[in-house]
Structure formats: C-alpha cells, structure tokens
T-cell receptor, first 116, second 112 residues
Framework: GAVVSQHPSWVICKSGTSVKIECRSL??????MFWYRQFPKQSLMLMAT?????????EQGVEKDKFLINHASLTLSTLTVTSAHPEDSSFYIC????????????FGPGTRLTVL | DAKTTQPPSMDCAEGRAANLPCNHS???????VYWYRQIHSQGPQYIIH???NNETNEMASLIITEDRKSSTLILPHATLRDTAVYYC?????????????FGKGTRLSVIA
C-alpha cells in the first residue's frame, strides 16, 4: 500500500511556542490530505481537509488561526500548532488520498504532541 | 457522526478466527464499507473495503449481507499482533474530498 510519513513522531514543547508537523506521501501524489487528532482513549476526530494549492477547510470548532495548514505540494502538507497550550497535547495524524478520488485513504504513523 | 455501530470490545483466542460485526442500516446505495485498524499509538491501517460482494485479501475477509445493512470482518487466524481497535466506516469512494469519519470502533484483544 501507499506510504505516508510524519515528522516528528513525537515532540515536547513549552506553552506558548509553535510546533510544525510535516506529512509526506512517499510514493504517490496526494491531491487531498486530511488532518485528525486523537485524545487518549478516544477515536480520531477530523480537524481539516486540504487540497494542494488551496486553503484548507476546517471542521466546526477547529480554530484555523491556531492550527495552520499548508498543502504546498502534492507530496507535503504541514500542520502548525501556534501558541500551543497544554490542552493541545494530543496525537495528530495525517492522511492522504491519491488523485482520482477512487483510491483509499492512507494514514501516517502519527505525531505525539506534549505541551508543558 | 459515524453511521456505523460496533461492539465496544471483543476477545479472541490466538489462532482462532476473529469475527467483528458492524451494523450500517442507513448505508446508501453508493457507499462502500471500509475497515481500518489502529494498533496502540500508531496511525490507522487500511484492511479491506467492499460495496456489495464479499471480499478477501491477504489480511482479512469482508462479508456484507445482501441488504447491505451489516457486515462482518473476519481475521481467519488471529495472532497477538492483531490486537487493535477495528473501525468500520461507510463512505462514498469516488469523492476525493470526502474524509473517512471514525466511530468508536471495536477493541479486539487476542489472547494467548
């Protein structure tokens, strides 16, 4: 299957700092990428959908000024958590879908963010 | 909101078949049934998908009822490494911007 990578796999930061998470599709071009977050013992919650070269579409309740998403190329999307606070500590997972729409959604390994 | 109902947890003896049920009574004609699993602290892993017919791949089999209102994922010979949360998701396939929406899934514990 297609491979999606994320970097870093885990990060610890101080409250008030910004953190950038990268998501790459390694062996296919992803026209659409999705960002999810997952709190302990809960399911994945969709945060936003991004298409290459376009602004991301955020789910209700997700602050677009706090969670900046950039999908500048067909193989890379980034999520920047600005002015992170302890309540932003979570497991962030990206997902990518190859162009054409008929292909499955493949997920990255996730990034564990801990804000102190 | 997720459109599927799954039991919260199941146990299975190692080496036996694990049968994971899913109800999706409101599925529409063009929606597919997808199964993913998530091993602890990892991203979800694609398992299988189907529309009407039963499907089989190297990981599992998917049995969909004739009325498409329910399905069963079968892991023929469960191993300890199959311990994970299994998600049944219904979604349109040919819509690039439509994301997969996850419910609570079934936590499968494979016991030695």
């Amino acid at each position: 299957g297609a491979v999606v990578s994320q970097h870093p796999s885990w990060v610890i930061c101080k409250s008030g700092t910004s953190v950038k998470i990268e998501c790459r599709s390694l062996d296919f071009q992803a026209t659409t990428m999705f960002w999810y977050r997952q709190f302990p013992k809960q399911s994945l919650m969709l945060m936003a959908t991004s298409n290459e070269g376009s602004k991301a579409t955020y789910e209700q309740g997700v602050e677009k000024d706090k969670f900046l998403i950039n999908h500048a190329s067909l193989t890379l999307s980034t999520l920047t958590v600005t002015s992170a606070h302890p309540e932003d500590s979570s497991f962030y997972i990206c997902s990518a879908r190859e162009g054409g729409g008929g292909n499955e959604q493949f997920f990255g390994p996730g990034t564990r963010l801990t804000v102190l | 909101d997720a459109k599927t109902t799954q039991p919260p947890s199941m146990d299975c003896a190692e080496g036996r078949a694990a049968n994971l049920p899913c109800n999706h009574s409101t599925i529409s004609g063009n929606e597919y049934v997808y199964w993913y699993r998530q091993i602890h602290s990892q991203g979800p892993q694609y398992i299988i998908h189907g529309l009407k017919n039963n499907e089989t791949n190297e990981m599992a089999s998917l049995i969909i009822t004739e009325d498409r209102k329910s399905s069963t994922l079968i892991l023929p010979h469960a191993t300890l490494r199959d311990t994970a949360v299994y998600y049944c998701i219904v979604s349109y396939r040919y819509s690039g911007n439509t994301p997969l929406v996850f419910g609570k899934g079934t936590r499968l514990s494979v016991i030695a």
